[in-house]
């Protein structure tokens, strides 16, 4: 047998010599992986730096500047408001639109929210959340846990119209954290009077957007200096979806959908000092006045002996329970 060449690879070291060798070059192509700076991906997919907030944004103005490219994005908002404005003109606050025409206005409301999401400042940083605003529109088409009307509660239920005429619909929010309502009505068309509640609001939530309103006892006032609190306590949450110089859009806690226009009748409603009158002496002597009135009235109903009057007698007597009632627990609550 001849001895091997010299320089030559014996044939059993051979495959030792090509696993070092393929291991130095796994080695080296690691390396180069690892100190290379990595590309961006593009894959239509958001980047990771971004917020989902800001990417929705990104994305809800390319949609606005597909639907009419010659128009801005400012330009398009500002007609959607107008068109808004002009389906709620003289819709006594919605309840005088058909369904159809309700849902045109949801479907304005749907696409100023969208802009709404982005916008910068945030509506509790944005001081156009202070004023005095008109409830221009209320609905609860899109929602199945609102009962009765969102706005204005039984007087501004079907029954609550035909005898309170809706003469103002206000909701104000004052620095620093003070907000009041208002439904301004004329009973039967002719006695003036409104209820009212005041209340203060603390921020919900990291969307800087809701807050939550811990109201006193709502309040009614009437002619003669009455002031009488009716009702519990309460508390509601709201949320400002949209916000410019004339209108604000909210979101109730269950649902409900508002617009809000700044200005108006409301200016001049008193709105600071909703919740803070309280019944005079003589608005006193008016209703002892009238409890008297009608708890004699319902005694001589009683007492006229036929089942039909004594029947009769049952409305006065209410009344007359109703003013004592009310009476004992505004001398309490305003202790």
């Given at each position: ?10 044939p ?164 620093p ?56 306590t ?15 859009l ?10 809000f226009?700044r ?15 309280r ?41 007359g ?15």
């Amino acid at each position: 047998m001849n001895p091997p060449r010299q320089g030559s690879v014996t044939p059993h070291l051979a495959p030792r010599a090509v696993r070092h060798l393929q291991l130095s070059n796994l080695q080296a192509a690691l390396s180069r992986h690892i100190t290379a700076p990595r590309q961006p991906r593009h894959h239509g997919r958001p980047n990771r730096s971004l917020s989902r907030r800001e990417y929705a944004c990104r994305r809800q103005n390319r949609s606005i500047a597909a639907e009419s490219p010659s128009t801005s994005t400012e330009q398009r908002t500002e007609e959607l408001v107008d068109e808004l404005l002009q389906r709620i003109q003289n819709s006594d606050s919605g309840v005088g639109l058909q369904p159809k025409e309700e849902s045109a206005v949801n479907d304005l409301i749907d696409r100023l929210e969208e802009v709404g999401r982005c916008q910068i400042p945030r509506p509790l940083d944005n001081p156009l959340i202070f004023g005095n605003f008109n409830v221009a529109f209320s609905s609860t088409q899109r929602t199945s846990e609102q009962n009765g009307q969102p706005a204005g509660g039984n007087f501004r239920s079907k029954p609550g119209r035909l005898f309170f005429q809706t003469r103002e619909l206000c909701q104000s929010i004052f620095k620093p954290d003070l907000a009041t309502n208002k439904v301004g009505f004329a009973i039967l068309g002719s006695i003036s009077g409104s209820v009212g509640l005041r209340g203060m609001f603390a921020p919900e939530g990291d969307n800087k957007d809701t807050v939550k309103v811990s109201f006193e006892p709502p309040r009614v006032s009437l002619p003669g200096g009455i002031s009488l609190a009716v009702g519990p306590t309460s508390s509601v949450v709201l949320s400002t979806t949209y916000l410019d110089e004339r209108v604000r859009l909210g979101k109730g806690g269950r649902g409900s959908r508002f617009v809000f226009t700044r200005g108006g009748a409301c200016e001049h409603a008193g709105m600071e000092d909703i919740g803070t009158a309280r019944t005079t002496a003589s608005g006193y002597a008016i209703l002892l006045t009238l409890t008297a009135a009608f708890f004699s009235a319902a005694y001589s109903l009683y007492s006229g002996g036929t089942l039909l009057s004594k029947l009769l007698a049952a409305a006065p007597a209410l009344l007359g329970v109703a003013i004592t009632f009310a009476l004992v627990r505004n001398a309490q609550f305003n202790k």
